[in-house]
């Protein structure tokens, strides 16, 4: 057996220095990421580590906004907190799914892609993931400018904005092990102790007669459509690419706690904080209340303000860029010599000049979550049913000890093919974002889309699971 079907990768020369490597105990298959080839089970992480990953990618300021926008959209915090309940327990229940493909597989999600969907389905879910989080990795970078605009007056605002987008790549760059020691080590310990006094704060300082008077709107939000905001915000979609890094076995039991854990404190806390402070700031609009939210949860100290919020939206940078390089580097893989390193700065340098073009914070934050969760986490979703519920309904299991190459991958599995392009229509059309045929927010769009290209795919699969060619209609890989 060779080393590529044993889940290892041959030795690579990093664009960074041996110096550099050796500081940071990397070796080259870590700088490469395991992008074409299965994580070693000596290469999983401990249940805390992941813990401190996934938590960083959730307790995001970001959440806060979600919060603090549905105050001045009529609802009572009664209503935030069962809107919120809602998003938490749905966001878990398609998490554990969807973290699973990567812990039971060690593969990317881009790559699982490529052995499910086939060539050609996994390269529209590949681009998907491109535009996914480089939408993301645009709005945190724009949502980071409106924060430190609302505290100081600053020069040439474009140029530093595109700085900021190129700069913040540098942990990626490193793959998941640079993402995960910079959540580790920093982000984390730095978000649960300013959490926990902004929390206990802010409950001291508002009072009752303060939050139970809602401001009033002639079209009011809907605990519905709060919970889709918050969904649409805190999933990602690519969960299997940092799952892949999670122990098997009894031990993958764990990936549980840590889903549950990660989407209470960002999901659920963090949003009512946000709550919390728009009752005490009583200005509709995030930006100009700033100075506000530093003085009840920042000691008043807008450069302390600036530090925590940097490294808390450094951290959720790295998930949102490490979903583009994993989608590109999918794509790119076929060129030979194309290495991982050069797709991280690529990406930075289109970030860094899409930041000329960003609009304003809330058109920017309705778009982006709603094409992100509505089109990726459809496909992790019909992965997760491929992997897990085909085996158990029909008896097909597909072959997925190693990472298929391009030669070997099918031309397409159409029902799944066919299933998320049904997923991703009833979510874009019910989240409003198709124009001509809707303008409105229907139900929870993220919640619709992803039944529907599960549902969709299972009936395709149960269709053509009798036929003698089904492995070959389902797009198996011949590995």
Not at 135 to 147: N, S
Not at 263 to 291: C, E, H, K, R, T
Request: contains cysteine.
């Amino acid at each position: 057996m060779t080393n590529h079907e044993q889940g290892e990768v041959s030795p690579t020369h990093p664009v960074m220095t041996k110096e550099i490597e050796s500081v940071l105990h990397l070796t080259d298959e870590d700088v490469a990421d395991y992008t074409e080839s299965v994580v070693p089970l000596g290469k999983r992480r401990s249940n805390f580590r992941m813990l401190a990953q996934f938590l960083s990618m959730q307790a995001s300021f970001g959440t806060i906004l979600v919060g603090y926008g549905a105050r001045f959209q009529g609802l009572s915090l009664i209503q935030l907190l069962v809107a919120l309940a809602i998003a938490t327990g749905l966001m878990s229940l398609y998490c554990i799914g969807s973290a699973n493909s990567g812990a039971a597989t060690g593969q990317t999600l881009p790559v699982l892609s490529r052995n499910v969907f086939g060539v050609l389905g996994a390269g529209f879910v590949s681009i998907l993931l491109v535009v996914n989080g480089m939408g993301f990795y645009l709005f945190t970078v724009k949502f980071i400018m409106d924060v430190v605009g609302g505290l100081f007056t600053l020069p040439a605002v474009a140029t530093i904005t595109a700085v900021l987008a190129f700069v913040m790549i540098v942990n990626t760059y490193f793959g998941f092990e640079g993402v995960q020691r910079f959540a580790q080590k920093v982000a984390v310990p730095v978000i649960l102790l300013w959490g926990l006094y902004a929390v206990f704060k802010a409950f001291t300082v508002v009072t009752p007669n303060v939050i139970a008077a809602v401001p009033h709107t002639s079209t009011p939000a809907t605990i519905l459509t709060i919970a889709g905001a918050m969904i649409g915000l805190s999933t990602w979609g690519n969960e299997p690419d940092f799952f892949r890094y999670s122990k098997v076995g009894r031990e993958s039991l764990w990936s549980v706690p840590t889903i549950v854990i990660s989407y209470v404190v960002g999901a659920f806390f963090f949003p009512v904080l946000g709550y919390m402070v728009a009752a005490y700031s009583n200005q509709p609009d995030f930006g100009p209340s700033i100075s506000s939210f530093i003085g009840l949860t920042m000691l008043g100290s807008s450069l302390l303000g600036v530090i925590i919020i940097l490294i808390n939206q450094w951290a959720v940078q790295d998930g949102n860029l490490y979903i583009a390089v994993n989608g590109a580097q999918n794509i790119l893989s076929r060129f030979q010599g194309w290495k991982r390193q050069y797709t991280v700065l690529g990406l930075g340098l289109i970030a860094a000049a899409l930041t000329f073009f960003l609009g304003n914070l809330q058109d920017t934050f309705t778009v982006v979550t709603g094409i992100g969760s509505t089109t990726v986490p459809v496909a992790s979703t019909i992965i997760a049913m491929d992997l897990f519920v085909v085996p158990w309904l029909f008896g097909l299991k597909r072959p997925t000890h190693r990472v298929a190459s391009w030669s070997e991958v099918s031309a397409a599995n159409w029902p799944a093919i066919i299933a998320l392009a049904a997923g991703a229509l009833v979510g874009l059309y019910t989240a409003g974002l198709i124009p001509m045929l809707n303008k409105d927010t229907i139900g929870i769009p993220a919640l619709q889309s992803w039944i529907t290209g599960a549902v969709v795919y299972l009936i395709g699969v149960g269709i053509v699971a009798k036929r003698a060619d089904a492995t070959k209609v389902l797009g198996f890989s011949r590995i």
